[in-house]
């Protein structure tokens, strides 16, 4: 049985989703399902562009530049080196788009907006916004993940959210506001042009320098817009739902606007109205008080079906949602929405009630594939249940069956969970989903003894395990599910658009949560978001007996290896084509003292491998046993390690890859810098020509 999966309309908008090839005598520009099927010669590859932060608008992390080969990927040299120290730079978080010559990213808490020469690395010119409360009271301050760009009466503009919730679009040539673009607004410093302030169209009355009153809500944003057709739409992000401790908040509802003057064009309502469609889903008028369900992953879209596909999180708190009962659309789900009127065309909740903060943490991946014999256009979602959701991006229906399974019931008062939750029947989960005594270390049965004895107070289950209170009937310290992120922020999902292959990586880990009374966590949070506290709320940052996860005495993990992997899934069929762990088993597993004698095998690192796709191989970034950082060349087609090449310094989140002058980068994100690797180092330039 499929629940709660509704599609609407059938109309599209003619466009084109295009990467930009540049060779010296010819502009090859590819509509979204051919981006690769012409791909040029490597010796006349003079450009290919990065145009968006997941390389383009369907966010496959996949360049056509064939420049670096599995043969040629041991030369690659350190060709630059962007130091963000002046920006306050370093979460590494944000992937830089190249486009028309130039680099574009942004950098450090202030969200600085970088341009950057493509050879050198060297800053070209860099805007900052003007000081606010908003800015200095934001969450999600240094996670800005990259910039929008777009092409307005032939002139580049770059677009961007700040941390303090305003959308600047500037020129990409110099870096001013955008003239005509936006309204003024009223504080000092700000610029008369070039900005608009989002939070006058979300729908609260705010003050411009301090935002929306913190009883109320506050609302950020993680992620830069979109551009499609013309149109910039706008996601968002709001207080962690795990500090929060009162039931008030504001929802986080998408916004669009003109990308050439700004002019405001639609909201949709992340919490709908009464009168719109999934209203019903709010209990006891819930949709009146509380909020999030915000769209904090970065959007995707498809300009020739004229649709934007946005991933939400969960509604205010994580952990519990007693005082909003019922399935809370349009929370934790996929929704298509029309990019000219923000209609919805369709949707899918991947979690009911959500309470075990499944967030989704990534963009859409656009893939075309052969389904049954035929060619579609589909869209796949990773997630945090470490399930690849699959569906038809033109309509909404799944490519495979997704079962709607009874799941356990809450034993916290007040609470009441949706009696089934939806799985895929293919692709298969990529990691084990929920933990038995069987998931548990084996090396040896000491081991395995000692790990059932650290869970013995802690509640195990299948997935979609409940939380628990701290005063439960089983008497347990807490509840302990698994995967807790089995794909997340720090390792987006890529895919080969020529192959219909989608690669994932994920990490085997679990959470450990207490919940306990409002009162009692509202003393502990740094937040007075809302007014009113919630019967039951996380203890995240409790103090005594209920802080902390368990763990196995020797320090080692309590679950099997492997602890992160990566997997190929054919989106054609359905099928896992390989999995293969993450770097190496770090020295502090391999030695330690309690696996003397041992042989574990690869156990991978544990961490998420920031990933491309090329037309010959799969790169991803990770390190050796010995901590050494490395990039790796994997076959597509079997998984088999091809080349390896040591680096300076640790990649997160992401890499991407563009050809310049005849010479192809890859650039890491290495915490506060950006580090650019080519096959001919510094002298890339000069050996190119």
């Not at 130091?83 to 808490?109: H, I, N, Q």
């Not at 089934?420 to 090396?443: C, N, V």
């Not at 979609?464 to 698994?482: I, Q, S, T």
Request: charged share 20%; hydrophobic share 35%.
């Amino acid at each position: 049985m499929i629940k709660k999966h509704v599609g609407s309309g059938d109309s599209r908008q003619p466009a084109s989703n295009r990467w930009r090839s540049l060779t010296r005598s010819l502009l090859t520009a590819l509509p979204l399902g051919l981006w690769v099927a012409a791909t040029s010669p490597v010796q006349a590859q003079d450009t290919v562009e990065w145009t968006h932060l997941g390389g383009n608008a369907a966010h496959t992390r996949y360049t056509p530049a064939t420049n670096i080969t599995p043969d040629n990927f041991s030369e690659l040299k350190e060709a630059w080196v962007w130091d963000g120290a002046s920006f306050a730079a370093a979460s590494g978080r944000s992937t830089p788009s190249y486009v028309d010559g130039k680099l574009f990213t942004v950098a450090g808490p202030r969200r600085h907006v970088i341009a950057m020469d493509p050879e050198t690395g060297e800053t070209l010119w860099s805007y900052r916004e003007p000081n606010t409360f908003r800015w200095e009271y934001s969450m999600r301050q240094d996670y800005g993940k990259g910039v929008a760009y777009a092409e307005v009466d032939g002139k580049g503009v770059v677009y961007i959210i700040s941390p303090a919730f305003f959308l600047t679009a500037l020129d990409a040539d110099t870096g001013a506001p955008l003239p005509g673009f936006g309204a003024p607004v009223p504080i000092d410093g700000f610029p008369q042009t070039g900005v608009i302030d989002l939070l006058a169209h979300m729908g609260h009355d705010h003050d411009p320098y301090y935002g929306i009153p913190k009883e109320v809500g506050f609302v950020t944003s993680s992620s830069p817009p979109i551009v499609v057709n013309g149109v910039v739409v706008v996601g968002n992000s709001a207080e962690q739902g795990y500090n929060q401790s009162r039931i008030e908040n504001i929802p986080g509802d998408i916004l669009a606007f003109d990308a050439k003057t700004g002019d405001f064009k639609w909201k949709f309502n992340v919490i709908p109205r009464p009168g719109e469609f999934g209203h019903e889903t709010w209990e006891n008028d819930a949709w009146q008080y509380t909020g999030d369900v915000s769209p904090w992953a970065p959007l995707s879209a498809d300009p020739e079906l004229g649709l934007v596909y946005v991933a939400t999180n969960p509604p205010t708190v994580d952990y519990y949602g007693g005082f909003s009962p019922g399935d809370n659309l349009f929370g934790t789900s996929l929704i298509a929405l029309d990019v000219n009127t923000g209609e919805r065309r369709w949707h899918f909740q991947l979690v009911h009630h959500d309470v075990w903060n499944y967030d989704i943490p990534t963009a859409p991946i656009l893939i075309d594939v052969t389904h049954n014999g035929q060619k579609i256009k589909a869209v796949a979602q990773a997630t945090k249940q470490a399930m690849l959701f699959a569906f038809n991006r033109e309509t909404g229906e799944p490519l495979w069956p997704i079962e709607e399974r009874p799941v356990p019931e809450s034993l916290v008062p007040g609470e009441k969970l949706s009696p089934t939750q939806p799985f895929q029947t293919k692709p298969l989960p990529y990691e084990p989903g929920g933990l038995s005594e069987d998931d548990l270390i084996d090396f040896t049965p000491e081991m395995r003894a000692q790990a059932i004895a650290a869970l013995e107070d802690w509640q195990i289950g299948p997935l979609y395990n409940p939380p628990l209170h701290r005063d439960n009937p089983l008497g347990k310290r807490g509840a302990f599910w698994c995967p807790s992120g089995g794909s997340n922020i720090t390792g987006p999902a890529v895919a080969d658009p020529v192959a219909g292959v989608v690669f994932v990586t994920s990490r085997m880990g679990c959470s450990a949560n207490q919940l306990l009374p409002g009162e009692e966590a509202d003393l502990r949070y740094m937040t007075d978001n809302g007014t009113t506290t919630t019967g039951v709320t996380p203890a995240r940052y409790a103090n005594g007996p209920g802080a902390g996860a368990p763990r196995h005495p020797t320090g080692l993990p309590l679950w099997k290896p492997p602890y992160s992997r990566i997997t190929a899934i054919d989106l054609n069929t359905g099928e896992h084509l390989w999995m293969i762990p993450v770097g190496e088993t770090p020295d502090r597993i391999k030695n330690n003292p309690a696996l003397a004698g041992i042989d574990i095998g690869n156990t991978g690192s544990g961490s998420h491998a920031p990933m491309l796709v090329t037309p010959s191989m799969l790169v991803y970034a990770d390190a050796i046993s010995d901590g050494t950082p490395h990039i790796f060349a994997v076959d597509k087609a079997t998984g088999r390690e091809l080349a390896r090449v040591p680096v300076s310094k640790d990649s997160g989140y992401g890499m991407m890859s563009y050809v310049h002058k005849g010479e192809q980068y890859i650039v890491l994100q290495t915490g506060s810098t950006l580090t650019a690797m080519s096959l001919h180092g510094p002298v890339a330039a000069a050996a190119a020509h």
